[in-house]
């Protein structure tokens, strides 16, 4: 259950030297965190919001030295616990941790996962106790946590997720390797890795379809549908964020592949977001398409052949399978593999004997 929220005054004084006439509702859509035009609309009508200690319309313009208040509601500080979650780890010394994160597990507690997560049980496993922003003097040092501090606060006002530790992410639903900073300088080494591109990173996935060509490179701009914040799309030259993703099959069926993604970016949902480009969306991504049967293959026993796999499977058929990078400390070359998970193992056995049924009795 989601804690009460919290009522909270803002204040946003539009500079003197302000001169583009936006609307009340555009101007603060871009200036309070987490806010859609619907809901800052939403809280004009409901008077939440006065302008210069007046109620407004959405439609009005803002001016030079106009004062907006607006109440806005939102939980209150997260917290993280420490909580006894089994953890696959591959390796650990002093300064870093790698494992395999397990699907469904999410990464860090955030406003409807404020338990269960990557960073409760990476608390537990380090010896750490609560682990709470409520206030400015509440810092807490990476000695008494055991993990990197660096970018672990909240990274504006209103921000639900601490993230001690991390230098990545994986999404809830992929499975696969990553690497935990134990402290503020190998955070910052890492993080430096990644932004250079230096870091081996690659996944496995299985696709619907055969790609041709069966190699080949991505190279988009890639940021949020406008019809649906839910989901990443490719936008035109000039919008979203560049995002260069490679991809190699590894297997083919009649009507599935097995691929491998290499990373140059780490755009959020890249790599889910990119195979959907390409017309061959991840197996079981219900949010990128993964989930539609082609009408050829859900007649009769295959619709519920199909349902028992998705049962087994109920999520995206993308696995974090290698990682490589240099030691911070020690400047070893360090080289993680990890092969595929039961769940997707399992999946690809069954399409691969239904592949095989196909060829000696087609249709």
């Known amino acids: 259950?989601?804690?009460?929220?919290?009522?909270?005054?803002?204040?946003?004084?539009?500079?003197?030297?302000?001169?583009?006439?936006?609307?009340?509702?555009?101007y603060l859509t871009h200036k309070l965190p987490n806010?859609?035009?619907?809901?800052?609309?939403e809280g004009i009508k409901e008077g939440v919001v006065l302008v210069n200690g007046k109620t407004p319309k959405a439609s009005q313009l803002v001016q030079p030295g106009d004062i907006i208040t607006c109440v806005i509601l939102r939980p209150p500080p997260i917290e993280a616990l420490p909580e006894a979650i089994p953890?696959?780890?591959?390796?650990?010394?002093?300064?870093?941790?790698?494992?395999?994160?397990?699907p469904g597990m999410v990464v860090h507690p955030a406003y409807g996962n404020r338990s269960g997560t990557l960073i409760n049980a990476l608390l537990h496993h380090v010896g750490a106790g609560k682990l709470s922003f409520e206030a400015e003097e509440d810092d807490e040092e990476e000695?008494?946590?055991?993990?990197?501090?660096?970018?672990?606060?909240?990274?504006?006002?209103?921000?639900?997720?601490?993230r001690p530790g991390l230098v990545h992410r994986l999404d809830k639903d992929t499975s696969g390797l990553m690497v935990i900073a134990k402290d503020d300088a190998t955070h910052a080494n890492l993080a430096d890795q990644f932004a250079k591109r230096t870091i081996q990173?690659?996944?496995?996935?299985?696709?619907?379809?055969?790609?041709?060509?069966?190699?080949?490179?991505?190279?988009?701009?890639?940021?949020?549908?406008?019809?649906?914040?839910?989901?990443?799309?490719?936008?035109?030259?000039?919008?979203?964020?560049?995002?260069?993703?490679?991809?190699e099959t590894i297997a083919t069926l009649q009507h599935f592949s097995l691929m491998e993604f290499r990373l140059e970016t780490g755009r959020t949902h890249q790599i889910r977001?990119?195979?959907?480009?390409?017309?061959h969306p991840i197996f079981g991504d219900e949010t990128y398409g993964g989930t539609n049967v082609p009408p050829e293959?859900?007649?009769?026993?295959?619709?519920?052949?199909?349902?028992?796999?998705?049962?087994?499977?109920?999520?995206?058929?993308?696995?974090?399978?290698?990682?490589?990078f240099i030691h911070p400390a020690t400047g070893e070359n360090l080289f993680f593999q990890n092969e595929l998970p039961d769940d997707m193992a399992w999946v690809w056995e069954r399409l691969h004997k239904m592949d095989v049924q196909l060829n000696n009795h087609p249709c």
């Open 201 to 247: 990173r690659r996944y496995r996935a299985i696709v619907w379809g055969g790609l041709q060509p069966p190699n080949g490179m991505l190279q988009t701009q890639l940021g949020r549908d406008r019809r649906n914040r839910k989901i990443v799309t490719v936008l035109p030259e000039g919008q979203g964020k560049h995002a260069i993703t490679h991809y």
């Open 273 to 279: 977001a990119h195979a959907r480009h390409l017309g």
């Open 297 to 324: 293959l859900s007649k009769g026993s295959r619709k519920a052949f199909f349902q028992n796999l998705f049962e087994r499977l109920p999520r995206q058929a993308l696995h974090a399978h290698t990682l490589g």
């Open 143 to 162: 000695e008494q946590i055991g993990l990197a501090m660096r970018n672990a606060a909240p990274r504006y006002e209103g921000d639900p997720t601490i």
């Open 35 to 41: 806010a859609t035009r619907n809901k800052v609309q």
């Open 87 to 102: 953890l696959e780890i591959l390796y650990e010394d002093a300064w870093l941790i790698v494992l395999n994160k397990q």
């Open 1 to 26: 259950m989601e804690p009460d929220k919290q009522a909270h005054s803002i204040t946003v004084e539009v500079p003197l030297g302000h001169n583009t006439p936006f609307r009340l509702d555009v």
